[in-house]
């Protein structure tokens, strides 16, 4: 049987070999390190977690990423399985020995008589007799590969820095308070004239804000990403509050063409803007609100919106360097490149955030290639589960605007705004008591998770995609 090439030994790639070697097929796993560095990796191990050594929470009953993990298990990841055994003790977040995990990691494909491991880089795309590869190679793809697949996919389709704006639930944003309006009212491609919801800022507001916004804690950037050109041309609003008072009025908050239905007679002095971000309509992404501030100063800043005073974040700001497409456009179900199905893409390359979320979508790839090797017929992993809400973000779920600015396909973390809403939210407790706040939104948590591990009992029990033990 013919190989099926995996590029990048990181989180993804070394899931997707694993995948396709335990479902009997030949792999080639191809890792540049130590031939060629990356800017942030430190050693030759696969696998290797550049910076924190957490894997988040382990809470699968009441955490998206809990859940991603126990489904990864039931999976047979062996991303998890390292994890698991190299585990040091962290409360509730799953952390690992970050050279116990890549030794144990790399052992394993070593040992494996279907992978062979070569240590070279690919500088081009894959040549064409490699009839199946799966690209991994991160946020830090090599320059001679990354110039290969922006060739081969646009020019607009590659992005090397990512500006995260915050994204919010909408069911946490205020509506008493804001209200749904496009500017002048125009309907774009696809709205109706009211797509956005619009928060109004007084000018006292206005200017405690953009106090809050230089005085706020940022996050520095990397020394070698500091020297990257991508960045310019996409400020974050702390950099462009401090350019001047008014540059955030006259750009991403500015009250022009818009109406406050609760106050119609008080123009705001500022106003600032939430697009929604997905098909589901269950999240909302500020628009042009890319920003370095720290998480925590993030959360303390924006709840000083009117509006979002009680916001919750499905994922917050940043800016970084990257890699990563246009997924939405460019990938079809199973991750394979439109334009060239022979090509799979995995990892952070697809537009997903983290170590967990890259080696889960490694993990898709893996078995989606080992499938079609196999001759067998593959389903994606339903909506429902927290591997089929990742996979939705990346090939379809996201809704592309047209606005000035980055594109609006940004990385994502796995999220419960990813999930499609509950047929019915449970509304009583066990003891028949009607829930309220925190209560109500635990035990929706509760459902949306217990329903993701029944719906991927499913998908495993169909047999297209029986779990590795
Ligand atoms: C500086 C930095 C810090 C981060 N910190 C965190 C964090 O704390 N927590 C978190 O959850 N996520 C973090 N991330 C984000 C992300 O989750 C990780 O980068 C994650 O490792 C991505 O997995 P991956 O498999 O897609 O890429 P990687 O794990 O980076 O793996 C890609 C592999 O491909 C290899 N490669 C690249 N080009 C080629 C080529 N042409 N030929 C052959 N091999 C090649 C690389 O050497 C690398 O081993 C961070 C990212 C960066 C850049």
Known sequence: MRPIHVIGGGLAGTEAAWQIAHRGAPVVLHEMRPVRATAAHKTDGLAELVCSNSFRSDDCATNAIGLLHEEMRRLGSLVMRAADANQVPAGGALAVDRDGFSAAVTSTLAAHPLVEIVREEIAGLPPADWDSAIVATGPLTSPALAEAIRAATGEDALAFFDAIAPIVHRDSIDL???????????????????????????????????????????????????????????????????????????????????????????????????????????????????????????????????????????????????????????????????????????????GCEGYVESAAVGLMAGRFAAAERLGETTAPPPATTAHGALLAHITGGHIETIDAGPRSFQPMNVNFGLFPPLAQAPTRGPDGERLRGPAKTLAKKRALTARALDDLAGWIGSGRMAAAE
């Not at 507001?205 to 809050?212: E, G």
């Not at 499905?314 to 360097?321: E, I, P, S």
């Not at 890699?323 to 022979?342: G, I, M």
């Open 176 to 350: 008493d308070t804001a209200w749904f309006q496009s500017r002048y009212d125009k309907a774009g491609p696809g709205g109706d004239g009211a797509d956005y919801i619009n928060c109004p800022l007084s000018r006292e507001q206005y200017d405690a804000f953009v106090d809050a916004l230089i005085a706020g804690d940022k996050v520095s950037f990397h020394e070698w990403e500091a020297v990257t050109p991508y960045f310019d041309g996409c400020l974050p609003i702390e950099v462009m509050a401090e350019r001047g008072r008014e540059t955030l009025r006259h750009g991403p908050m500015k009250p022009v063409g818009l109406t406050n239905p609760h106050a119609p007679q008080t123009k705001p002095y500022a106003v600032v803007q939430l697009r929604q971000d997905n098909r589901l309509g269950t999240l909302y992404n500020m628009v042009g609100f890319q920003t370095k501030l720290k998480h925590g100063e993030q959360v303390r800043i924006l709840r000083t919106i009117p509006g979002l005073h009680n916001a919750e974040f499905a994922r917050l700001g940043g800016l970084h360097r990257n890699t990563f497409l246009n997924s939405p456009k460019l990938l079809d179900p199973t991750l394979r490149l439109n334009a060239a199905p022979r090509l799979r893409f995995a990892g952070q390359i697809t």
